[in-house]
């Protein structure tokens, strides 16, 4: 378990930095910078705002810069030393350029929890809907309760997010006000965009779950306990359930990656402070040190939940060794 | 370590407790801070740039912090006319360039600071110095020694030392206050009403500034430190999500401020603005409402579209053969037909624009300039000897560049289309995301480029100066003599009636010359509900958050009662008591 913490530790880190220095490159190959506008500053006037963002800076210099730790503007080590860390390293990615009053550390962390609670619901209501439309179909094969789960889950893998989102706020915010059209604040704010951003999940992890299930029930195992008389509620909870369920466990992974970053959608319609806006609205205005903030958080959080799913099959099934996996 | 259950359903069952606690936390954690609603809500698009006056530039920006401070003169917000602020009065020297403001006795930072005139002495200093970086520092260089002490140059453009004594700014006493111009400038009051040349407060910002030289800007703006003058104070901010301000006590007319508290919605999707609009958590949307709703809205009397000072145009790279030449400019102004665009794509009763000035600049009338013919376009053509009798044309295919966007790719469609159609010319559409397109367009790398301009205030000059040759919005590459004399006459010109006429004058050349082609002008699209008092109705779509009340059912009654009322009622989400400042209390039941 350690070796495969440490070794994950180091690849970690080896992702980090590529992802920081493709970013890089990548933000400032673009056309058009942060001060770019309809209206062109005074030469005399934009070169005192590139000198304040160090955009007057050699590419290498404000590379360093972002990277860290050691901070290398007149206040840092070579200055007057009031400021001497600084960048990515010493955990400070830098005043945003677009939102001159705030840092990126102050956007991440205003923004995060609120897209984790997005994501959070929306994995709920995947994991609620998916596991429940999973077991009915399975145990009921080929009845209509199956069939129209199928249905149900068929179309939930095929419209996209945003026409449930709109259709959910048609039908439930404005034809029938149950829920707040929009905004954000208390818990009911969080139904519709939950089940929105978690819909396609759902029906992905039904279908993963029916299929697990069934092949879990048709072992030889569940027949010899069946003739056992061992009661039938028992054989699913305690037999078949926890090995139909490591393909679901193993779905969270890419499932938590994949409602991480398609809230983006999500969250403009429903007007959710996330950091979802922030990843595209940073690339799009070119603001270098919010789009790799934001572009960060979402590699470390990939990564992490990869690592937690690892760790959950062991937990799940004693059978799956860590150390063997690479 | 933890002791294992032995069975794997109950280590599943522990798995399950302990991530749904977790999701739970997660949800609390985001959802802690619980604000009931303000007195009134608006929205104007997403997340601004800065509450700092002097890092600002835009329109979303302006109806921010016209809530937080108080510049010297402010703009009525139904006359646009100059009106005194943070001063009670000036006077204006007989050389017509030396102005006198003598400061309210009253007049205080939120903090109980008295304001000072070395308070604005010292912000307008900030404004100019290059390390703020502040992007209207240009536009205040029409005070003397301004733009020397930003730049560091002398007049000739050799390096000077920085001296502040040599500016025309100085605070003579604490209640007054003398600004000195290089010379006469008509349009100096109107362009001080600007919310940037508000004062920040010099107490709280400077010892931040000192202790934390590279991070003081995340500081400084936050509730609780922030300092301002203006009618409300900020109490709590919530990026990308809400800014919300309450009446400052302070603030010398707060016997007169209605509301208490004012929330900013931060809302990124116009659709989702309209949504919480007509839901009720929104009193009022100013921005771009979609085309395709507007025909719905159109009659209701909480959607009154008003004559906007803004111009939607095609900049012309006259440096591209065959654009350089003035005949294929006029032929592309004329062919096209404006009312169609008007009618078919924006709908919401945009006006064809002949002049580059809209109709409404003040007292200005914009020249008679041309006219739209197929006939007369394809007539040009023919005697530049682009085009034979037949109308066959000897011409490349054009590209017609714009930024991403639906209602731009619709008209660059319709006129690309009624190019084809008029002189046979073909037009190829290029689209780009923002930034690239700013860029592009900056490198003058187009035919055609889509642009906009919006007045900062309502005269000429505020359109004109920009097609000056070398200024920096100019990106067409042209330029004429005569042109850059009269903007640079009528600049400076006293008498008003000669100053419009220079100004006519000039424009006359630029409809002449055509590097920029005008196709409609705005309109305002304000969505405020029935009952809100003391809006701003002027072509600057400008509000003083000041003045906002709730109007009374018995005032509601009254004002639907006037014959000009647009006809459909619509249910208005305000108290219906209605909200008066302390002041009219009194009068009210």
């Not at chain 2, 280590?11 to 739970?24: F, I, K, N, S």
């Not at chain 2, 209602?407 to 159609?421: G, L, T």
Request: hydrophobic share 45%.
């Amino acid at each position: 378990m350690r070796r495969f913490l440490l070794r994950r530790l180091a690849w970690f880190a080896l992702t980090v930095w590529a992802v920081i220095t493709i970013s890089f490159v990548l933000m400032r190959s673009v056309p058009g910078g942060p001060l770019s506008s309809d209206r062109t500053l005074h030469p005399t006037v934009e070169a005192a705002v590139n000198a304040r963002y160090h955009l007057d800076w050699p590419a290498w210099r404000q590379y360093l810069q972002t990277l860290g730790p050691l901070n290398l503007d007149e206040h840092g080590l070579f200055g007057d030393r009031s400021d001497v860390f600084g960048g990515i390293l010493a955990l400070d990615l830098g005043p945003s350029l677009q939102h001159r009053d705030v840092s990126v550390n102050e956007i991440v962390a205003q923004s995060l929890p609120v897209s984790a609670a997005l994501g959070v619901t929306a994995l709920g209501w995947a994991l609620l809907l998916g596991l429940v439309g999973g077991l009915v179909s399975a145990l009921r094969p080929g009845t209509a309760l199956d069939t129209s789960a199928r249905v149900l889950s068929t179309l939930g893998l095929s419209l996209p997010n945003f026409v449930i989102a709109s259709f959910l706020v048609l039908a439930l915010a404005v034809a029938l006000p149950i829920f707040p059209v929009a905004g954000w604040g208390s818990p009911a704010h969080l139904v519709l965009p939950g089940f929105a951003l978690g819909a396609p999940f759902a029906a992905y992890v039904a279908r993963l779950f029916r299929a697990g299930l069934l092949e879990a029930l048709a072992q030889d195992c569940i027949r010899t306990a069946r003739a056992k008389g061992v009661p039938w509620r028992s054989i699913v909870l305690r037999h078949a359930l926890p090995s139909a369920l490591v393909p679901v466990i193993s779905f969270l992974g890419p499932a938590a990656a994949g409602i991480l970053t398609g809230s983006l959608v999500i969250e403009r319609i429903f007007t959710i402070p996330g950091t979802g806006s922030h990843f595209v609205a940073g690339a799009l205005n070119r603001d270098y040190a919010l789009a790799m903030g934001v572009t960060l958080v979402y590699t470390v959080a990939v990564y992490a939940l990869n690592v937690l799913v690892d760790l959950a099959y062991a937990l799940i099934d004693p059978r799956i060794e860590l150390e063997k996996d690479a | 370590m933890l002791a294992m259950p032995s069975t794997s359903g109950a280590r599943l069952a522990l798995a399950t407790a302990l991530l749904g606690a977790l999701g739970a936390c997660v949800v609390a954690f985001a959802l802690r801070s619980g604000r009931p609603r303000a007195d009134f809500a608006f929205t104007g698009g997403g997340e601004i740039r800065s509450l700092d006056p002097h890092g600002v530039t835009g329109v979303p920006e302006g109806r921010v912090l016209r809530l937080l401070y108080e510049g010297l003169v402010a703009r009525n917000p139904q006359s646009l006319a100059v009106e005194p602020a943070a001063a009670e009065g000036w006077k204006v020297g007989p050389d017509g360039r030396t102005f006198t403001f003598a400061l309210r006795a009253d007049a205080r930072w939120s903090n109980g600071d008295p304001l000072v005139a070395s308070d604005f002495e010292w912000s307008f200093r900030r404004m100019l110095e290059p390390a703020t970086a502040c992007e209207y520092a240009s536009s205040l260089w029409l005070v003397e020694g301004a733009r020397e002490f930003t730049t560091g140059l002398a007049a000739d453009g050799t390096p000077r030392e920085r001296d502040w004594s040599r500016v025309g700014i100085v605070a003579l006493s604490e209640r007054t206050l003398q600004i000195r111009l290089e010379r006469p400038t008509p349009h100096f009051l109107p362009l001080l009403s600007l919310h940037v040349f508000a004062p920040v407060h010099r107490a709280s910002l400077e010892p931040l500034q000192q202790q934390f030289p590279r991070d003081w800007a995340t500081r400084w703006t936050r509730p609780g430190t922030l300092v301002t003058n203006g009618p409300f104070r900020l109490v709590e901010r919530r990026i990308g999500e809400v800014l919300r301000f309450e009446r400052n006590e302070m603030y010398w007319d707060a016997r007169n401020v209605a509301l208490r508290t004012v929330d900013v919605l931060s809302v990124e999707s116009w659709s989702s603005a309209l949504n919480l609009y007509l839901a009720g958590e929104l009193d009022w949307v100013d921005g771009a409402i979609p085309s395709s709703l507007v025909p719905e809205l159109l009659g209701r009397e909480d959607f009154d579209p008003r004559p906007y000072l803004g111009v939607y145009f095609y900049r012309v790279n006259v440096t591209r053969p065959p654009l350089d030449r003035r005949e294929v400019r006029a032929a592309l102004a004329t062919a096209l037909r404006r009312k169609e665009i008007c009618e078919l794509v924006l709908k919401a009763g945009q006006q064809p624009a002949f002049s580059f000035l809209p109709p409404q600049v003040g007292d200005y009338r914009p020249p008679k300039t041309f006219g739209e013919s197929a006939e007369y376009a394809q007539k040009l053509l023919v005697d530049a000897g682009l085009a034979d009798a037949e109308g066959k044309l000897d011409l490349r295919a054009l590209e017609l560049h714009f930024n991403t966007s639906e209602v731009h790719r619709d008209i660059a469609e319709v006129a690309a289309e009624q190019w084809r159609a008029a002189l046979g010319l073909e037009v190829r559409l290029r689209n780009q995301e923002w930034k690239s397109f700013l860029d592009a367009q900056g490198k003058l790398d187009y035919d055609l480029s889509r642009s906009s301009w919006i007045a900062d205030y309502a005269d000429p000059s505020s359109f004109l100066d920009i097609w000056t040759t070398g200024h920096e919005n100019n990106r067409t590459g042209w330029s004429n003599r005569q042109y850059d004399e009269l903007v640079t006459a009528a600049r400076s010109e006293r008498d008003a009636a000669r100053r419009r006429e220079l100004y006519t004058n000039a424009e006359r050349i630029l409809m002449h010359e055509l590097p920029c082609i005008p196709i409609y002008h705005y309109v305002s699209q304000n969505l405020v509900d029935p009952r809100v008092g003391g809006f701003g109705q002027n072509v600057l779509n400008e509000q003083s958050p000041k003045y906002w009340y709730w109007r009374s059912d018995e005032e509601l009654a009254d004002v639907r009662a006037k014959p000009t009322r647009r006809s459909k009622r619509v249910e208005s989400h305000g108290p219906s008591a209605g909200l008066y400042p302390p002041s009219r209390a009194g009068e009210q039941p």
